[in-house]
């Protein structure tokens, strides 16, 4: 017996069980997006997080809309590892010292939480198209691909920031 009490039985099932914990994902990464602008105290790092809160809210509606598509539910179900993630990043923003630090330390949870929606997103996208569903699989591809994005500016600003923390120490 598995974590989940459901029983997947088809690759339709795993679709949508998978549809569900990124929903989940993005429902919980909106909250954490707002205490990330909070915290922040690069301005280009806060003006980063408050776009990629833009995009996300509209992940949130593309997934309703595939569910829509798909005639499920519109739900999330618990997803124990985008928790943990967060709960993490938490743990480490809450106890570094130093703007510089702090900044990088939320860049890093920040590229964490992207590296994980980009997985799911890839295997969801494969999965719609096995199930001959292109129609749902342009709509996850536009959310991986602003992920892939938000992912790349924060790469930039890691390195930029890892220089200024050198340049300092
Ligand atoms: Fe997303
Ligand atoms: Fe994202």
């Known amino acids: 017996m598995g974590l989940y009490t459901n029983n997947l039985r088809t690759m339709d099932d795993l679709f949508v069980h998978l549809l569900r914990d990124i929903y989940y994902a993005e429902n919980r990464i909106v909250k954490a997006l707002v205490d990330m602008i909070e915290t922040a105290s690069d301005p280009r790092l806060k003006k980063a997080f408050k776009s ?16 829509r598509m798909r005639g499920v539910d519109v739900k999330g179900v618990d997803c124990p590892a985008i928790d943990g993630i967060l709960e993490e990043a938490d743990d480490v923003t809450s106890d570094v010292e130093g703007s510089i630090m702090l900044n990088a330390a939320l860049i890093a949870a920040a590229q964490t ?23 749902c699989a342009s709509l996850l591809q536009k959310n991986l691909e602003e992920d892939q994005a938000a992912d790349r500016r924060l790469a930039v600003m890691a390195e930029n920031g890892a220089d200024r923390a050198v340049a300092t120490a």
């Open 52 to 67: 990629h809160l833009h995009e996300t809210e509209n992940h949130i509606l593309r997934l309703q809309q595939v569910f």
């Open 113 to 135: 939480v992207e590296h994980y929606e980009i997985a799911r997103y890839g295997s969801l996208i494969a999965w719609a198209k096995m199930l001959g569903r292109d129609d």
